[in-house]
């Protein structure tokens, strides 16, 4: 399955996520790809929408290779690449990164607090997960905030990705599941890279004084 945008990918989530419809359920996007998403699968679900930040972290001689991710409350998993990298970089790029999360929380959500996760029906989205790194910790942090039912609803996952979802969720979501998968892009007609502007457009946020952070994860 190949969707013509992310708007495309998030109707048909919605349409497989009817049945939390009028639940109150907290829609929980991953900056940038999963906002416009989370959106349409919270209008469509009568339901709150709001951001949950992580970011990867990169190997130091490939920084689209995730070795991991960190949460903006500075909690972080590692993948088997982190044998590779050396102490002093890891702790450098998770300084890096946790300054880039707080820049977006403040940028994103400067009106009002995040949202509270408890005792919610909370759908954590993203466009696609190709390692899982980031997914899983922001499925993590979700978690640790202890709401009534986590799920995961994404585009597209690689299989081994799928398999790390099915295992952090009390369900995953997830419209194509290829067994040759090579980057979540490929399976988008349009993807083009999401604004910092129509993020804070979409969270219903002001405008004003938009400064970019960089690159999406």
Known sequence: MRFQDR????????DRLTIYKAQNPLVLAIPRGGVPMAKIIADSLVGELDVVLVHKLGH????????????????????DYFHEVAPEYL????????DRLGQRRRLYTPLR???????????????????????????????AR????????VGVASPQAAHLMEQETDAFVCLNMPAHF??????????????????????GQRESKVLPIGRSP
């Open 60 to 79: 130091p001689s490939e920084p689209e290779l995730a070795i991991g991710a960190v949460d903006e409350s500075g909690d972080f998993i590692l993948l």
């Open 113 to 143: 607090a995040p949202i509270n996760c408890h005792q919610r029906i909370v759908i954590v989205v993203d466009d696609g997960v190709a390692t899982g790194s980031t997914m899983t910790a922001a499925l993590r942090v979700v978690r």
């Open 146 to 153: 202890r709401p009534a039912k986590l799920i995961a609803a």
């Open 182 to 203: 090579h980057a979540v892009g490929q399976f988008f007609k349009d993807f083009s890279q999401v604004s910092d502007e129509a993020v804070i457009r979409m969270l």
């Open 7 to 14: 708007e495309h990918a998030g109707r048909l989530l919605a």
């Open 91 to 98: 702790e450098a790029e998770k300084n890096r990164q946790l």
